[in-house]
């Protein structure tokens, strides 16, 4: 038996039914990453030792009974920019190099109080500013379905450990896509919660209006069963929603759904290919009993500007405290401490961190704020609002999740404007809070993965998640897997 090729859920079951030991299931997962990471560089930490000595201690807390979850002794690996208890947290960046947390992230914690274990932590575009993992100081990330393409970003390393199977599940954080996009680059399932949902302490923060926790797996029932676990109420975290874990009940039904398309989403900058998955996946749906149609919503052309005044602005308050003084990278060399600020950040960030940082002082600076950042939250107001109409008449909005399959490397890199309209139909997504789930519904002429968005009202996770699985049990691009290259050394 391929160990690796079973879902987190079915791996769960055959531990719980002591058909194979969290120790062998663990020690198969690590020699995966072995042969196979060298050609991907899905992460940045492997930590084989301490999931070794994890997978023992939580074998014994499934046979005392300690540990109950259907994911107890799962492998599985987190982002690197969740905090994580005595292991290297970088957020991709030489800034925080040596860095080693002295507490868990909520979203950890709570998977390692269910029984989780640990096996690295996942490389992505420094602190999660990017789409397609390139800007990450430990080098991109590549995408296994095509020949030199990127993964998408910022959460590119938990979508490759996903569709390599190095990992069962993993962990990203979605600030305008960051979940979503690569998910759909890479052929795996992904959910941005509504924010709040999940808690964001011990999350390096990016943007914190925006910033959630989700979980990326290889269908739908395995994300459900994540983001029931690290879902709930966090006291430390003062945007946690007073709520109640969010429980699942996946059913195969979309009968009298209201699905609505919007027409802005279908116009200018889609790929041909794309727009065709997009639309055939509409029309399943239609087949199993939905009603789909087209509606339209012009706010949304206002998303992109909007959402990258209010991220860099948040940005450039949020990254003020690497300094070079408390933690991480600190210049060898300085004369004072102003030259220490300066000589830390100069070296310490890379290009696309220093260039939203200058965009965010710019646009609170005095005499461009209210021109600015203010009119930005007026238009997410707008946006919000937009959404909230839409779902007066619709259980939920069909959409694609970008409008290319995954790029070439190097292809966005050196045009920022292109690589943020590449956004265009996520970040309107968390501008307004809302859920929003992505899944494989087909591939391109050339075998690439295209991505299904499917996005609802406030805290309706379980209405979207089922039309998901529906989608998913009537079709199979979701068990489709990239051909991998495995090390010569393995």
Request: glycine share 8%.
């Amino acid at each position: 038996m391929d160990l690796s090729k079973l879902s987190a859920l079915e791996a769960g079951k055959l531990i719980k039914n002591r058909e194979i030991g969290v120790a062998e299931i663990t020690k198969a997962a690590l020699e995966n990453i072995e042969k196979t990471d060298k050609n991907y560089n899905a992460f940045i930490t492997v930590c084989a030792d301490e999931a070794m000595k994890r997978a023992e201690a939580v074998q014994k807390g499934i046979d005392d009974g300690t540990y109950t979850s259907p994911l107890a002794g799962v492998p599985m690996a987190v982002k690197d920019n969740m905090c994580t208890k005595g292991i290297l947290t970088t957020a991709a960046s030489k800034i925080l190099t040596g860095f080693k947390p002295f507490y868990n992230s909520t979203a950890v914690q709570k998977l390692e109080d269910a029984g989780a274990v640990l096996l690295g932590k996942l490389n992505m575009d420094e602190f999660a500013m990017g789409s397609t993992t390139e800007t990450s100081f430990y080098g991109p990330t590549v995408n296994p379905w095509g020949e030199n393409r990127v993964p998408g970003g910022s959460s590119g390393g938990s979508a490759v450990a996903v569709a390599t199977d190095e990992a069962y599940y993993t962990l990203g954080s979605d600030t305008g896509g960051s979940i979503r996009q690569p998910a759909s680059f890479c052929g795996v399932t992904g959910i941005k919660p509504t924010y709040g949902t999940v808690s964001r302490y011990g999350l390096l923060a990016y943007a914190s209006s925006l910033d959630q926790i989700g979980p990326v797996g290889k269908n739908v029932e395995d994300v459900a069963e994540v983001l029931s676990i690290i879902s709930g109420h966090d006291k430390k975290d003062s945007t946690s929603v007073n709520q109640e874990p969010l429980k699942f009940n996946l059913q195969n039904n979309v009968k009298g759904k209201k699905i609505g398309i919007p027409a802005e989403y279908f116009s200018k900058g889609l790929e041909k290919d794309v727009k065709d998955r997009v639309l055939e996946a509409a029309k399943k749906l239609e087949s199993m009993g939905a009603i789909v149609e087209e509606f339209n919503m012009p706010e949304i052309d206002y998303a992109i500007p909007a959402y990258y005044i209010i991220a860099c602005a948040e940005a450039s308050s949020n990254l003020s405290r690497y300094d070079g003084v408390k933690y991480g990278f600190r210049t060898p060399e300085f004369e004072d401490l102003t030259d220490l600020y300066n000589k830390t950040r100069s070296d310490g960030f890379g290009i696309e961190v220093k260039r939203r940082i200058m965009i965010g002082a710019f646009v609170l600076s005095s005499g461009y704020y209210d021109a600015y950042y203010k009119k930005a939250l007026k238009v997410k107001a707008v946006i919000k609002n937009a959404f909230d109409r839409a779902f007066e008449k619709y259980d939920a909005i069909l959409s694609p999740a970008a409008p290319t399959t995954a790029l070439k490397m190097g292809e966005n890199l050196s045009d920022p404007l292109k690589m943020y309209l590449g956004d265009i139909y996520t970040v309107s997504v968390n501008l307004a809070g809302l859920p929003s789930i992505v899944i494989p519904c087909g591939f391109d002429k050339e075998g690439l993965p295209v991505g299904l968005q499917i996005t609802g009202k406030a805290f309706s996770e379980n209405n979207i998640m089922n039309i998901a699985y529906s989608f998913q049990q009537e079709t199979d691009y979701h068990t489709k897997k990239p051909v991998l290259k495995v090390s010569k050394e393995a």
